[in-house]
């Protein structure tokens, strides 16, 4: 019985020195970072998301002399690589680049998903905010926004649409659209997100996309794909002739798609510190700053940990509301 007692208490402090150990950092701050970090991308290569991670991967590793490595986890609308940042070691060395989709949407629309976003994560900063717009196939018959609208309506259940995913914002955007509009297109969620979905829209393969203007903008004027209006809340320099949904009859449709910085919860303090100043740096670099504007996108970021974390609650309980008023069904 003494043995087992010993061996026990043996394991105790065992596991009590790998959970010090852990939660511990094990480099000054001075020295951080000593080694190659990980930003997961929780979407496939060509679409907004990581669109904006390319953008801000080289300055990010230039600003903290270490080189930053793009990891793509796609799948599950973003759950797959929400999950992996979730359980990566809380060192600094593994940052989430998290969207309205992934970060917003998601934790209404998996309830039963095991990670929890405004449990599990510190959010850091915002780094850009992206206005969205609605394209449908070129070959459509169609000039604009009413002309689509009695298109739909004459060809009721001949049409589809795609989006980032089951979950998306664009899904959500578009849900909302059809229900306002009185129209009902058949929904097709594309594992690769906003750039599968474009691609999937200028082949023909579905009628209608509304995605971020960072995926649209650089197929409009080829005749591929005809963008009939932006969701935000003014139209945007790079689509100057382009009507918002604000002016197209549907004010509701004027949020743009986010996109932050979030890691692990448990990081220590002065490493969240320390990235909070080097994020906020990076996004506001005047070289970034030429790039996000090639696409509409604009430079933002968080006043603080607590404003970040008070937008992220905002947004869940905002996104609860939509899918609860859209009648989405959840998984």
Known sequence: ????????????????????????????????????????????PGGASDFIGRILQPKLSEALGQQVVVDNRAGASGNIGVKAAADATPDGYTFLLGNV???????????????RVLRDFV???????????????????????????????????????????????????????????????LHVPYKGGAGASTVATISGEVAATMVTTASLVPFAGSGKIKI???VSRRRIPAL??????????????????WQGIFVPKGTPKPIIGKLVDVVKKVVHDPWVGAR???????????????DFA?????????????????GIKTQ
């Open 1 to 44: 019985m003494k043995f087992i007692t010993i061996l026990r208490g043996l394991a105790v402090f065992a596991l009590a020195s790998v959970a010090t150990a852990h939660a511990q950092p094990s480099e000054s701050i001075e020295e951080y970072p000593s080694r190659p970090l990980r930003m997961i991308i929780p979407y496939a």
């Open 101 to 115: 989709s992934s970060m917003g949407i998601n934790p209404s629309m998996f309830p039963n998903f095991p990670v």
């Open 123 to 185: 959010g850091l900063t915002l780094v850009v905010d992206v206005p969205g717009a609605l394209g449908v196939h070129g070959g459509l018959p169609v000039g604009n926004l009413k002309e689509f609208i009695a298109y739909a309506k004459d060809n009721s259940g001949k049409l589809s649409y795609g989006s980032a995913g089951y979950g998306s914002a664009q899904r959500m955007a578009f849900e909302f659209f059809m229900k306002k509009a009185g129209i009902k297109l």
């Open 228 to 230: 009939l209006a932006v």
């Open 240 to 257: 100057p002739d382009v009507p918002t949904m604000v002016e197209s009859g549907f004010p509701e449709l004027s949020l743009g798609s």
């Open 292 to 306: 996000y504007e090639k696409v509409s996108a604009q430079q933002i970021t968080s006043d603080s940990l607590e």
């Open 310 to 326: 008070s937008f992220m609650q905002e947004q869940n309980a905002f996104w609860a509301k939509i899918i609860k008023d859209v």
